[in-house]
């Protein structure tokens, strides 16, 4: 319990990925709508191709979309990441992982707004999306998240964005995150 605990302050942290990292651009197959597609043995994702894919495994990623920046300013790059951690031999189904995961996010996230948390079946898939907001450093955010499990791993794909900047990303953002599929 305390390894799924530890994992769960991760999933938190890594969630806030803001910019400044370097980024590697996957020029992996293109799909007809301008669209990527990044395919590993286990899942696949598909992506605006104007968003830049890093697969380096920062910060114990599986991979992180990150968006351009709107301006120079813009110091903040909203992006989808994915984290995946082997839960074997934890006896933690989908229920108690969305129990642990919305404890921490009341505890760990400043000023933080649990806004929904609805389980969902979609492309044969079950999973928990939670939306929350808080603030986290110098920046006010706000989170969509996915939580799957299959095959004695879970599966966190999360959404970040500035709050002010969610709605503008919204469509785009649920569309990368529904092209996920796990294999």
């Known amino acids: 319990m305390k390894k799924i605990k530890s994992f769960g302050l991760l999933i938190l942290f890594f ?4 910019c400044g990292q370097e980024t590697q651009i996957n020029d992996k197959e293109k799909i007809d709508n301008g669209w990527k597609v990044y395919a ?3 899942y696949s994702i598909t992506y605006p191709d104007y968003w830049e894919l890093d697969k380096s495994g920062q910060m114990g990623t599986s991979f992180i979309l990150f ?3 709107s301006s120079k300013e813009d110091l903040f790059r909203e992006n989808v990441n994915l984290l995946i951690q082997d839960l074997k031999g934890q006896k933690i189904n989908l229920d108690k992982y969305v129990e642990i995961s919305e404890g921490q996010i009341k505890t760990m996230i ?9 389980r969902l079946n979609e ?3 079950e999973f928990q999306k939670i939306i929350y907001s808080g603030v986290q450093g110098d920046y006010k955010l706000k989170f969509e998240q996915y939580y799957m499990i299959k095959n004695g791993k879970v599966y966190v ?3 970040t964005c500035e709050l002010e900047q969610f709605d503008a990303y919204k469509v785009i953002g649920e569309k990368i ?3 996920f599929r796990l294999k």
Do not use: C, H, R, V
């Open 40 to 42: 590993e043995s286990n």
């Open 15 to 18: 969630s806030l990925i803001a």
């Open 123 to 125: 492309n044969g898939n």
């Open 67 to 69: 968006s351009k920046p």
């Open 157 to 159: 794909l999360t959404l």
């Open 177 to 179: 995150l529904n092209s």
């Open 110 to 118: 400043s000023n933080s707004d649990l806004i929904e948390s609805k």
